[in-house]
Every structure is written in structure tokens, then in C-alpha cells.
């Protein structure tokens, strides 16, 4: 079973920066897709930013993500972050299987909260 770890999170003010990071327990070659998503209160969970592997090392938008295949993780730069901001982020990994279809992996979460 492939473990993903979070970290990074935590209490930042509003314009101020944070950056995620995710670590998989498994090479980070063997997944094709990997990225982020956010939950917060009583709301559904839904995509902040994901990237393809083996063809790019970032991704683009407002939080752009950045892959390091030395360190084996990817990293989530957010930058001007706003109250609105505030949720836990979770990162996920995707790989393909053998034949047909695919399987994702999620991490636990690390919380960001941002105050105004």
C-alpha cells in the first residue's frame, strides 16, 4: 500500500506564502499523475492543482506545483494565499494498472489555515 505524507501546512496570515510538500513511500516514477486537493469546512473536497509525471517537472496557475525526482516529492507553492485558503490539503497519486484503469492514493491531509 503506497503512503503518502503531507507537511508544510500551518497558520499564516492573509498575502503570506506557505509551501506543501508530499512524499511517497513508493518511487515517485511509478505514478503518473500526482497533485493536490482541498476540503474545507463543509464543503466537498475539490482540485487545486495536479501535474503529469515523466513529461513535466511543474505545473502552472495559482498554486503551482513543482516536482523534485532527486528528493522524490512534489512540492505546492502557495503564494497571496487568502482566508478563503484556509482547508485541508491532500495530496494524491495515481497510478495506472496493468491492462485497464487506475488506482489513487491520497495522503491524510495537512491543514493550512489562513488568517486575516
Known amino acids: 500500500q503506497v503512503q503518502l505524507v503531507e507537511s508544510g501546512g500551518g497558520l499564516v496570515q492573509a498575502g503570506g506564502s506557505l509551501r506543501l510538500s508530499c512524499v511517497p513511500s513508493a518511487s515517485i516514477h511509478s505514478f503518473n499523475t500526482m497533485g493536490w486537493y482541498r476540503q474545507a469546512p463543509g464543503k466537498e473536497r475539490e482540485l487545486v492543482a495536479t501535474v503529469t509525471l515523466g513529461v513535466r517537472t511543474s505545473s502552472e496557475g495559482r498554486f503551482p506545483i513543482s516536482i523534485d525526482y532527486n528528493k522524490n516529492r512534489i512540492y505546492l507553492q502557495m503564494n497571496s494565499l487568502e482566508p478563503e485558503d484556509t482547508a485541508v490539503y491532500y495530496c494524491?497519486?495515481?497510478?495506472?494498472?496493468?491492462?485497464?484503469?487506475?488506482?489513487?492514493?491520497w495522503g491524510q491531509g495537512t491543514q493550512v489555515t489562513v488568517s486575516t
Open positions: 494524491m497519486a495515481t497510478q495506472l494498472l496493468a491492462g485497464t484503469g487506475s488506482t489513487t492514493y
